[in-house]
T-cell receptor
Framework: QKEVEQDPGPLSVPEGAIVSLNCTYSNSAFQYFMWYRQYSRKGPELLMYTYSSGNKEDGRFTAQVDKSSKYISLFIRDSQPSDSATYLCAMSFGGATNKLIFGTGTLLAVQP | DSGVTQTPKHLITATGQRVTLRCSPRSGDLSVYWYQQSLDQGLQFLIQYYNGEERAKGNILERFSAQQFPDLHSELNLSSLELGDSALYFC?????????????FGSGTRLTVV
C-alpha cells in the first residue's frame, strides 16, 4: 500500500464547475499537507499548504485536512480552462525529515 | 520562470552510459532537492543538500550520486543507466535546511534511456 493514494483521473468538468480533488494517506505522523499544480512539461508549482487539520482558502482554492480520517481535499470554485493540469497532493512529517511524499497526481481537464 | 534552472531539458542516452544533470537553485536558496518522476511511481525523493552538505537521503540508487558545489549549484550523476531510469528528474530549492513545504521546483530534465 502506498503512503499517499490519489485517484489518477482523468477528471473532466465544464467551465465554471466546482472541482473536488482528494487524497488519502496511511501515516498519521504527517503534519504538513500541500497541493501542487503541474502543467504539462513543467515542474510542480505550490498552490497551498496547511499545517495539521483545518481549512485554508486562497481565492478560488480551498484546502481541507481531516487528520482523523487521514483525508485531504482541494476544492476549486468557478473552474477555468487554465486550471487544466495535474494536481499533486504532498505531505511531510515536519522537523528534520525534509522529504515530501507525493501522490501520483490527478489529471484535470476543464472544458470551455 | 520559477528561478530554479535545470539543464539540459532533454537527454537521450544508451543503456550503460553515464549522465550528469545540473541544477542552479533560486537566488538565496541554500537547499537543493532532487526528485525523480515516473509514470508509475510519481514523484520520488532522491536526496537533499544544504549549503554543500548532504542533508537527507531518500530512495536513491547506488548508481546515482549527487553533490552541491560552493556556488550552490548541484549535479546529479546517473551511471550504468538502465531502461528503467527513464524519467523526469526535478530539482527543487528552498532557503533553509528543514523546509517542510514550499519548495520551488525547476522545469525538469527528461531522461530517455534507449
Amino acid at each position: 500500500q502506498k503512503e499517499v493514494e490519489q485517484d489518477p483521473g482523468p477528471l473532466s468538468v465544464p467551465e465554471g464547475a466546482i472541482v473536488s480533488l482528494n487524497c488519502t494517506y496511511s501515516n498519521s505522523a504527517f503534519q504538513y499537507f500541500m497541493w501542487y499544480r503541474q502543467y504539462s512539461r513543467k515542474g510542480p508549482e505550490l498552490l497551498m499548504y496547511t499545517y495539521s487539520s483545518g481549512n485554508k482558502e486562497d481565492g478560488r482554492f480551498t484546502a481541507q485536512v481531516d487528520k482523523s480520517s487521514k483525508y485531504i481535499s482541494l476544492f476549486i470554485r468557478d473552474s477555468q480552462p487554465s486550471d487544466s493540469a495535474t494536481y499533486l497532493c504532498a505531505m511531510s512529517f515536519g522537523g528534520a525529515t525534509n522529504k515530501l511524499i507525493f501522490g501520483t497526481g490527478t489529471l484535470l481537464a476543464v472544458q470551455p | 520562470d520559477s528561478g530554479v534552472t535545470q539543464t539540459p531539458k532533454h537527454l537521450i542516452t544508451a543503456t550503460g552510459q553515464r549522465v550528469t544533470l545540473r541544477c542552479s537553485p533560486r537566488s538565496g536558496d541554500l537547499s537543493v532537492y532532487w526528485y525523480q518522476q515516473s509514470l508509475d511511481q510519481g514523484l520520488q525523493f532522491l536526496i537533499q543538500y544544504y549549503n554543500g552538505e548532504e542533508r537527507a537521503k531518500g530512495n536513491i540508487l547506488e548508481r546515482f550520486s549527487a553533490q552541491q558545489f560552493p556556488d550552490l549549484h548541484s549535479e546529479l550523476n546517473l551511471s550504468s543507466l538502465e531502461l528503467g531510469d527513464s524519467a523526469l528528474y526535478f530539482c527543487a530549492s528552498s532557503v533553509g535546511p528543514d523546509q517542510n513545504y514550499g519548495y520551488t521546483f525547476g522545469s525538469g530534465t527528461r531522461l530517455t534511456v534507449v
